[in-house]
């Protein structure tokens, strides 16, 4: 029998490290508030889910193109009847996303310190380059990474690629996020461990079934349980 071996960990940013649908959900009830005359919230809040579904391939994800979407449900929810008005106030709340405070999550700071030179530690998230970069800085958890990618979208052969380049390939990596459709699956599919920390809320297009038959599925409660579940992976033979 042989020791398992991790070298890298894998984070994901919004919602494992610190808050950031709450953020989008508020934005969304101003957006549904300034359409109200025209449609009942709930079907606004369909049509906007529908816009972002089709725009996700043009836009990919993060705030901008979050804004494009709210622009174009306006003009189909009003059939372009929108004023000016309104399309200006889209753009301030969206903007306003954009430098939102970061709160990061609970237990997600004494994580990383548990881990921090242990591990070969990288960031992995998606959307805007900006954005990301500003809640990272921000949040002042950058110094704990000895990397940071962010990309467009997260696959198996994305996590195949990142932890080729940073460590010893997926086999002795690890991936830890709130996302099973975005953060578990694919990296089990790569072949590394995926950790899923659930939060309260997440983005609907995230949502998948928990792949409980894959020997290297776990999921914890909170972050701070991470450092106890490695140190078990680890020592656990094969």
């Known amino acids: 029998m042989t020791i398992r071996r991790l070298s890298v960990i894998g984070f994901d940013a919004d919602d494992t490290l610190w808050q950031n649908e709450q953020f989008y959900r508020l934005t969304e009830g101003h957006f549904r508030a300034l359409l109200a005359d025209f449609a009942e919230g709930e079907q606004i809040s369909e049509r906007l889910l529908e816009a972002e579904k089709r725009n996700l391939a043009h836009y990919g994800f993060g705030i901008k193109g979050f804004t494009l979407s709210m622009i174009e449900t306006a003009l189909e929810v009003t059939e372009g009847k929108v004023?000016?008005?309104?399309?200006?106030?889209?753009?301030?709340?969206?903007?306003?996303?954009?430098?939102?405070?970061?709160e990061c999550l609970p237990q997600a700071r004494a994580a990383l310190e548990a881990l921090r030179g242990r591990y070969f530690l990288v960031l992995i998230t998606k959307g805007d380059l900006f954005?990301?970069?500003?809640?990272?800085?921000q949040s002042g958890l950058g110094d704990f990474f000895d990397a940071v990618e962010i990309v467009s979208d997260k696959t198996a052969t994305t996590y195949r690629r990142i932890f080729a380049k940073h460590g010893e390939g997926a086999e002795q990596a690890m991936m830890v996020g709130n996302s099973l459709k975005s953060d578990v699956v694919p990296a089990i599919a790569s072949g590394a461990w995926g950790v899923f920390v659930p939060h309260e809320l997440t983005w609907v297009l995230e949502h998948v079934e928990r792949p409980l038959e894959a020997p290297r599925f776990r999921e914890i409660e909170t972050l701070g349980q991470l450092p106890d579940l490695i140190a078990q992976i680890c020592s656990a033979p094969d």
Do not use: C, M
Request: cysteine-free; hydrophobic content about 35%; overall charge neutral.
């Open 83 to 102: 004023s000016s008005e309104v399309i200006g106030k889209i753009l301030t709340i969206g903007r306003d996303l954009l430098s939102h405070p970061v």
């Open 131 to 137: 954005d990301q970069e500003r809640k990272l800085a």
